[in-house]
């Protein structure tokens, strides 16, 4: 996942990095690709308290580690409940969340992480989601309706039967809530301009879903003079919505000092695809820039860090290491310490 970068609240929980074990108790089909799955803690003792927009890691049997977001009631920590988009091109962690896991399953999940959290300031706030954008956004419209704070909530599918959650979206308020499909057709789909222009400009928008979506709330929200500290997001990156080609921009030559190599990274792949097709092996696990395990020193080159705020901001600045399993380059050439 990624994260609004300007708009990041660390709000990681005292107890991330700490993993449990659950049972797989339900899946329910949402839609043709979405899942629901509820988690129950083995040793029958709660699950860690969480905030509205929050996410956790999920540890599947093969050892492939994803992140989804929570989408419960942040008041029942007795089950956690997630809803996961089966991706057609993904690295296979989805697949193996619909194919592979079934009720009775045991598997880990680690404490929930929060950087996209709702702001506590008495405004309106406006809740825009896309698809399975509906996870984190659905936990925060159910915290704001409980709380009886003024919200609105968009969501944004094809058709009803792509529209996971329905019955749980149609439990809030529905004078908050308006569901727009597109059919396919682009011209019959929000119309964010006129949303955010009639929108007060204190008000707090939160959008989740397809980059798209995401940016053309970003730029609609700037044009219609909102504050960049009133517009949060959150996109889903390998294990989401966001194809991986969207992040990933540009080629550049990595120099590998120790190995004596020049290489070329296309747009189209990692460094660490490239290193692995050359026989070079950096070890790494998450492969989405949380886990630190693919860390490589930096000689010389900036590297754009991608990082799931796995580095300090010290850390990015000194530019002396890099994940290479998702961050690439601001140079024409980096030099790796390989
Ligand atoms: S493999 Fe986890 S940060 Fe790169």
Redesign the pocket.
């Known amino acids: 996942m990624v994260f609004g970068p300007k708009f990041r609240m660390d709000m990681t929980h005292t107890m991330a990095g700490s993993w449990r074990k659950v049972r797989v108790s339900r899946i329910t089909c949402e839609t043709e690709r979405i899942k629901a799955f509820e988690l129950t803690p083995e040793d029958g003792q709660p699950l860690w308290s969480w905030a509205a927009g929050a996410h956790t890691r999920v540890k599947l049997p093969s050892g492939t580690v994803r992140q989804y977001s929570l989408v419960g009631d942040p008041d029942d920590v007795s089950t956690y409940r997630l809803g996961v988009l089966r991706e057609l091109a993904g690295r296979g962690g989805s697949a193996e969340m619909h194919e592979v896991l079934c009720e009775g399953a045991v598997i880990e999940i680690s404490a929930p992480i929060n950087n996209f959290a709702l702001d506590d300031e008495q405004v309106p706030h406006l809740l825009i989601a896309g698809g399975i954008g509906i996870t984190p956004i659905l936990s925060m419209a159910r915290v704001l309706a409980k709380e009886g704070r003024e919200w609105r909530l968009f969501y944004c599918t094809r058709t009803p039967a792509d529209t996971a959650f329905l019955q749980d979206v149609r439990a809030l308020e529905s004078r908050c809530v308006e569901f727009v499909h597109d059919e396919g057709d682009a011209s019959r789909g929000l119309n964010v301009l006129d949303l955010l222009r009639s929108a007060p400009l204190e008000s707090q928008v939160y959008v989740c879903g397809p980059r798209g979506l995401i940016d053309a709330v970003i730029y609609k929200a700037k044009e219609a003079n909102f504050q960049d500290s009133r517009i949060h997001w959150e996109a889903f990156t390998a294990s989401g919505t966001q194809p991986k080609e969207e992040r990933i921009a540009g080629s550049f030559e990595i120099e590998l000092r120790r190995s004596d190599k020049i290489l070329t990274v296309p747009p189209d792949k990692t460094i660490l695809q490239v290193l692995r097709a050359e026989g070079i092996h950096v070890k790494?696990?998450?492969?989405?820039?949380?886990?630190?395990?693919?860390l490589t020193g930096v000689l010389e080159g900036v590297p754009d860090h991608r990082?799931d705020d796995?580095l300090t901001p010290e850390e990015r600045e000194s530019n002396a290491v890099m994940?290479v399993?998702?961050s690439r380059s601001k140079t024409a050439k980096l030099v790796l310490d390989l």
């Not at 790494?284 to 693919?294: A, L, Q």
């Open positions: 790494s696990v998450c492969e989405e820039g949380y886990c630190g395990t693919c990082d796995l994940t399993c998702c």
